[in-house]
């Protein structure tokens, strides 16, 4: 048995020093270990004022560190605050930040001290008893309204209890009673969405809606200050723009409902829309957005794949990243040119033209030639080899010298900074 391992290990031993020697050789006379290795960039900490303007980088509510992390695609802003610090994991994010904070500022403004009091100077005790049953005991409180108002609330009781809350909603007895109701219409006059996952702001949101709830607070004045039109679930969206309003303002069992109507009525199947629209990571807003942008696009075969693809989203990011291609394919199938159908991608998806083009659309912030997208770049140029349709990028961002280079040598055409082309005349 030892005899038969020695050779063994003096073949590994070999190995090993000519691979040392190898090493030495590269070192001495800079021979590349791997051409395929050279080619490749690589991720690294970016400077914050190399790609943010000096409003970006500092306000009045908010300042970003000067080292911004960076992935690949998206830059990872750190925020620092008087409200505490936060993270934004790309531009699009530190846009909607940075009017968030802007926001909470006007709103701690807004004095709602004295609002239960007056309330209950006003109503009685009552209203201050139904609230702390609503939080202590809700499911009697809703049996003893229940009996009272009958067929009112058979639809509620339908719909509420088929879905799950996610965590950036109310509670579902809270949306019952017509607290999220004040909630909604504050967010809307500060330009904020009810499904921030801000918590801050969601402090104040919640703070001002229970004033509101209990007394009424005048709120029109305070938000005239606000500046700009952020905190929409994609600003870069005109379907957010003309949904966020309509968003705020309905229950979210009642988008529930309607976005599965609407995905069934689309011919998807019914247990894949329910799993869909149960994914805790898929806010109403980001559901409802979605569910817009493929009713947009009647007629292009295979809409549903964004919804299988929508199923394996784990966290909000990967929720928002998924939602926003279905907005740009929907701004690409109406302001440039039609889509025939729709196909898997890595795991994404990839768009196709009637005349056969295969379109790639990404809300990315600035791509290299890494590892990763030169394989999926690879995958796909040997796939369209001699179809002669081409492939066409769209990115809301930029491009490496070297991506675009490498990319345009594979014949692919690509396009930058999109999101006037892809969004004007989407509302």
């Known amino acids: 048995m030892l005899m038969l391992c020695q050779p063994l290990r003096w073949g590994a031993a070999w190995r090993r020093d000519l691979i040392f020697s190898l090493l030495i050789f590269c070192l001495l006379f800079r021979v590349p270990l791997s051409a395929k290795a050279a080619e490749y960039e690589y991720p690294t900490y970016i ?3 190399t790609i943010l303007k000096p409003e970006q980088i500092k306000g009045p509510y908010h300042t970003v560190d000067d080292r911004v992390q960076y992935d690949g695609m998206f830059y990872r802003f750190t925020v620092n605050s008087p409200y505490g610090t936060f993270q934004a994991n790309s531009l699009m994010a530190l846009n909607i930040l940075i009017h968030e904070l802007g926001a909470i500022a006007v709103m701690k403004d807004v004095k709602t001290e004295d609002t239960a009091v007056k309330s209950v100077e006003q109503t009685g005790e009552k209203t201050v008893t139904g609230i702390k049953n609503l939080i202590t005991k809700p499911v009697s409180t809703l049996s003893g309204a229940a ?54 702001l969601q402090d104040e949101l919640d703070r001002l809606a229970m004033a509101d709830y209990l007394g009424g607070i005048g709120v029109g004045l305070a938000t005239s200050v606000v500046p700009g039109v ?56 980001l559901e ?3 569910v817009a942008a493929l009713d947009s696009m009647e007629g292009v075969f295979n809409r549903g794949i964004f919804i299988k693809i929508g199923l394996q989203a784990s966290n909000p990011d990967m929720a928002e990243f998924i939602t926003e291609i279905a907005v740009l394919s929907a701004g690409y ?8 159908s729709f196909a898997p991608m890595a795991r994404i998806v990839k768009s196709i033209k009637d005349n056969g083009a295969t379109v790639v659309l990404l809300p990315t912030d600035h791509l290299i030639w890494s590892e990763r997208i030169a394989g999926v770049a690879e995958d796909l140029t040997a796939a369209e080899q001699g179809k ?22 594979r ?3 690509t396009h930058e900074n999109a999101a006037d082309k892809l969004i004007r005349n989407n509302g």
């Open 230 to 285: 952020g905190g929409l679930v994609l600003t870069t969206s005109g379907t957010a723009r003309l949904l966020n309003d309509v968003i705020n303002n309905t229950p979210p069992s009642k988008l529930w409902v309607q976005n599965k109507n609407k995905l069934l009525t689309m011919g998807f199947d019914a247990d894949t829309v329910d799993l869909f629209l149960n994914n805790p990571v898929f806010t109403p807003a």
């Open 47 to 49: 400077i914050a004022e």
């Open 333 to 340: 199938h109406k302001n440039v040119a039609p889509l025939k």
């Open 388 to 409: 002669g349709a081409g492939i066409e990028l769209w990115t809301l961002g930029t491009l490496s010298k070297q991506a675009k280079s490498a990319l345009q040598a």
């Open 288 to 290: 409802t957005v979605m």
């Open 411 to 413: 014949k692919w055409m």
């Open 147 to 200: 009996e009272g108002v009958g067929d009112l609330f058979s639809r509620t009781a339908e719909t509420i209890g088929r879905r799950e809350t996610t965590d950036t909603e109310d509670s579902k007895f809270a949306q019952v009673v017509g607290y999220t109701k004040s909630k909604g219409q504050i967010a809307t006059k500060f330009g904020v969405s009810i499904y921030s996952r801000n918590k801050v």
